[in-house]
């Protein structure tokens, strides 16, 4: 990766990034892509966040789903860990707890591949800095 | 802000939405902007105004102001000056430093980078619990990838000004989260503190000009920038400004990981955000600030929390950690656990908390065994006051904090424990007894086969008898018993 070597640099790769992000989460296009991410802190991977990262990892591919799978940070939900995030092509972002391979199964079948609702939502309880 | 959002993540703004093993995810999300347009657009000196402006607080405990910190070691004259980062959290069930490490390592850098320009360092050391390996993996990782892109090295942003970062490991001792012993250690001396003055800011690390900043405190850094001091300021309360990110514990239902704008109530943190008490229980108190802050109880629910009212409601912010007790929880124990902590964690060099500590313990160990008299009421209270008034650093300042807060929030508990020889909440083992209700037991035997020292006798469906003088009071007895025939007293 070439070096940022100006403030003009970086705002050229960030826009570059930020639509290569959208392109690929909000198109409307069948080929936009489901993006799930598991929450790698400490906290989650002691509750077994890693088998269930690749459980969707391994699964999403074998069953024909184009996804894109990554960890983050603690998404704060440490109650209900292992928790995951998983948004599909323009629409907004889920947040699920208590994420076993078992449930895991259910959002993939259920939610990811036809779209109904699976049990155990945990709501949007905060604001970011861009609403606020 | 609508009614029922009480959160905004400031310092949390990435931790949970972007990969933090990515720097691309980072500069998507605005990230190392605020460096650039730091380094490009103001003066050190404008900028650590920004800083001033913004009113931000050190949110590692002390709430000393971040700017008028930069602003001092900035003014000393050196040849050489060092930012340091202090991720030693320490305080008993507090996370959110290595939550941020770990979720948003880049902010952490980019800060300590405009903390760099702005004082005039071009070197900076993250110390960090060695006990943290995924944090230490991550910032590890995070490093090379700012240096791979030329966001640390030399001539950052084409401006020549160079700024690298090394990580140093402690061994986890809690003294060594107070600065002046945090830097002992990086020395590679004993980690103990030294008295203030000379400030960390005229002569630090290796003698040369330090600032020091807590984790959480450098997260917030790059969002100044992004968002204007202004905008910074407009949260939060006027002395305190901006959010604190809490972690919740003990016995509430959603522990976790929580930032709220400074101000908001301890009610609305507990029963609102934290979903209430676990089990439908009673709130009795819910502790702030560690082994240096103190318990706060049902009167203060509707206090705003900030610097100021929890120092004045004896306890303190600290760093965050918020443990809730509820009904079954005795505060002469409590007191008890973080005494047992700072004994412990007492690094030794001062009197007054390397002894003062320990016979403040053993005074609670004789209350809380139903062996104390009035006159250990008092002495608990004065060698605690005479601790505050003469130990040399914050640890011993601080350490009698859970003691008194008990003393004073609830008194009739000591009192319990003293005159009755009596545990309210029925948690000190010395001071309860488990009898067999003679009326209800209809000898199942379920008591005697769990019990563990075998000292429960009865034949088969006979009424049967517990040996106090063997009893250690596990409670197994009454937790098999389906009758209700084990009471406790």
Redesign the interface.
């Known amino acids: ?1 070439a ?5 003009a640099d ?2 050229k ?2 826009e570059k ?2 639509s290569d ?1 959208s392109l690929r989460e909000n198109s409307k296009h069948p080929e936009g892509m489901v993006r799930v ?1 598991v ?1 790698m ?3 989650g ?1 002691a509750s077994g966040a890693k088998d269930v990262m690749e459980f969707f990892t391994v699964n999403l591919q074998k069953r024909n789903v184009d996804a894109i799978v ?11 860990e292992p ?1 995951v ?1 998983v948004k599909l092509p323009g629409q907004e972002p889920v947040v699920y707890g208590f994420v076993d391979i078992k449930k895991a199964d259910e959002i993939i079948e259920k939610y990811i591949k036809q779209g109904e609702p699976v049990d155990g939502i945990i709501p ?6 861009d609403k ?1 | ?1 609508s009614e029922n ?6 310092a ?11 720097i ?2 980072y ?2 999300a ?4 605020a460096l ?2 730091v ?2 657009e103001k003066t050190p000196e404008e900028a650590t105004k920004e800083i001033i402006d913004s009113g931000l607080r050190g949110r590692g405990g002390g709430g000393f102001p971040t700017g008028v910190k930069w602003d001092i070691a900035r003014k000393v004259e050196s040849d050489q000056k060092y930012v340091v980062c202090n991720a030693d959290e320490g305080d008993p069930g507090a ?1 959110m430093d ?3 490490l ?3 390592p880049h902010s952490v850098i980019e800060a300590m980078a405009i903390n760099g320009y702005c004082i005039g360092a071009d070197k900076g050391l993250v110390y960090i619990r060695a006990e ?1 390996p ?2 230490i993996e991550r910032l590890k990782t995070a490093l090379d990838q700012a240096r ?4 640390l090295g030399e001539d950052i ?2 401006t020549g000004f160079n700024f690298d970062i090394e990580i140093r490991y402690g061994a986890g001792a809690f003294v060594c989260g107070e600065e002046t012993a945090l830097i002992n250690s990086m020395e590679g001396h004993r980690g103990e503190p030294t008295f203030k003055p000379p400030f960390p800011a005229q002569s630090g690390y290796l003698g040369k000009p330090t600032n020091v900043n807590n984790v959480e405190t450098f997260a917030n850094i790059p ?1 100044i920038f992004n ?1 204007g001091a202004e905008w910074f300021a407009s ?1 939060g309360t006027e002395k305190s400004t901006g959010t604190k990110v809490f972690a919740l514990a003990g016995k509430i ?7 709220v704008p400074m101000g908001t109530t301890l009610r609305e943190v507990i029963f609102e ?1 934290g979903g209430g008490i676990k089990d439908g229980k009673k709130f009795k108190s819910v502790q702030t600030g560690g082994p240096s802050g103190g318990c706060l109880t049902e009167k203060h629910l509707d206090t705003p929390i900030d610097f100021d009212n929890l120092l004045e409601s004896g306890s303190m912010m600290g760093s965050g950690g918020m443990i809730v007790m509820d009904e079954d929880d005795c505060m002469v124990s409590v007191a008890r656990f973080y005494l047992d902590f700072t004994v412990e964690e007492s690094c030794g060099k001062c009197t007054p908390c390397r002894v003062g500590n320990k016979r403040l313990y053993e005074l609670l160990d004789i209350i809380s065994k139903g062996n104390g008299s009035n006159n250990d009421l008092d002495k608990l209270r004065n060698l605690g006051e005479v601790i505050i008034d003469t130990s040399l650093c914050g640890l011993g300042q601080t350490s009698p904090n859970p003691v008194l807060s008990t003393m004073d929030n609830f008194w009739d508990e000591y009192l319990a424990h003293v005159e009755d020889q009596r545990c309210p909440a029925g948690q000190c083992k010395d001071l309860i007894r488990y009898e067999v209700i003679e009326e209800n037991c209809v000898g199942c035997t379920a008591c005697a086969r769990n019990c563990p020292v075998n000292c429960i006798s009865g034949e088969r469906k006979e009424i049967h008898h517990i040996d106090q003088s063997l009893c250690i009071k596990c409670g197994a007895c009454f937790e098999k018993c389906r009758f209700n025939a084990i009471s406790v007293s």
């Open positions: 990766m070096k940022v070597k100006s403030l970086l705002k790769m960030k990034l930020q992000i991410k929450a802190a400490t906290c991977i990554t960890q983050t940070g603690c998404m704060g939900y440490c109650y209900a928790t995030e949007v309880n905060y604001e970011t800095i606020k | 802000m959002i009480k959160q905004i993540r400031v949390l703004r990435n931790c949970g939405f972007i990969n933090p093993e990515s691309d995810e500069i998507a605005d990230g190392y902007e650039g347009r380094l490009t996370f290595r939550s941020i770990e979720g948003d943290y995924l944090a791979e892109y030329g966001l942003f084409g969002v968002k949260i239902n959603n522990v976790g990981l929580i930032e955000i």
